[in-house]
């Protein structure tokens, strides 16, 4: 089992940087591929980065690419996921996910092979 804990969310302006944080626990953490998801009021959950478990390999939702950025550390334990020049449309939850299988971006984007999942942070990004 693995637990997810996410932390960093919040309320920031748009153009503001922010970072979440996502610490995990119950299993070694470089046996897993780690994942960002995110879901706004209304709208299904999607996907937003995914990082495998050397950290060489990631990929991302075009509407975040270059602006967000993915990243662990694996002697933390911990996955990484940096907003850069947030927007409004940026606002929501977001869902720290592991899986246990590396997998090509364009499978690996599904949330059904994620196992495990954090409570979530919000995020609002204000205008």
């Known amino acids: 089992q693995v637990q997810l804990v996410e932390s960093g969310g919040g309320l920031v302006q748009a153009g503001e940087s922010l970072r979440l944080s996502c610490k995990a626990s119950?299993?070694?953490?470089?046996?897993?591929?780690m994942g960002w998801f995110r879901q706004a009021p209304g709208k299904e959950r999607e996907f937003v980065t995914r990082i495998l478990q050397s950290g060489d390999s990631t990929c991302y939702a075009d509407s975040v690419k270059g602006r967000f950025t993915i990243s662990r550390d694996n002697a933390r334990n911990t996955v990484y996921l940096q907003m850069n020049s947030p927007k409004p449309e940026d606002t929501a939850t977001y869902y720290c996910?592991?899986?246990?299988?590396?997998?090509?971006?364009?499978?690996?984007?599904?949330?059904?092979?994620?196992?495990?999942w954090g409570q979530g942070t919000q995020v609002t990004v204000s205008s």
């Open positions: 996910a592991a899986d246990l299988t590396p997998r090509p971006c364009a499978v690996g984007q599904q949330s059904r092979y994620f196992g495990f």
């Open positions: 119950g299993r070694t953490f470089s046996t897993l591929v």
